[in-house]
Nanobody, 122 residues
């Protein structure tokens, strides 16, 4: 059974950092384009990053460029999202997803994780 499990969310002060993890089971991550999405209360789910399965290139939403870094460890079958310089507007439930595209459309996603809450507040 294909499964994505996120971890690493929590409460952090503005300007702080968090690293999210997404562990896959039932399939090999490096054969899929793996993305991070987020959904804030009352807002639509939006794409944050997408790692290509073909060449490993990474696309980022404009709102997180220069602050967030996605990466993939094939040996651990895990994808990460390093989030620095966090802002209150980054507060959301963060989801790991397969298969993403650079358009960040949720309609392309075949599999979702259960999500992990990130709260940025003083």
């Amino acid at each position: 059974q294909l499964q994505l499990v996120e971890s690493g969310g929590g409460l952090v002060q503005p300007g702080g950092s968090l690293r999210l993890s997404c562990a896959a089971s039932g399939f090999l991550l490096d054969y899929y384009a793996i993305g991070w999405f987020r959904q804030a209360p009352g807002k639509e789910r939006e794409g944050v990053s997408c790692i290509s399965s073909s060449d490993g290139s990474i696309d980022y939403a404009d709102s997180v460029k220069g602050r967030f870094t996605a990466s993939r460890d094939n040996a651990k079958n895990t994808v990460y999202l390093q989030m620095n310089s966090l802002k209150p507007e980054d507060t959301a439930v963060y989801y790991c997803a397969a298969e993403c595209r650079s358009t960040f459309s949720s309609r392309d996603i075949d599999y979702w994780g259960q999500g992990t809450q990130v709260t940025v507040s003083s």
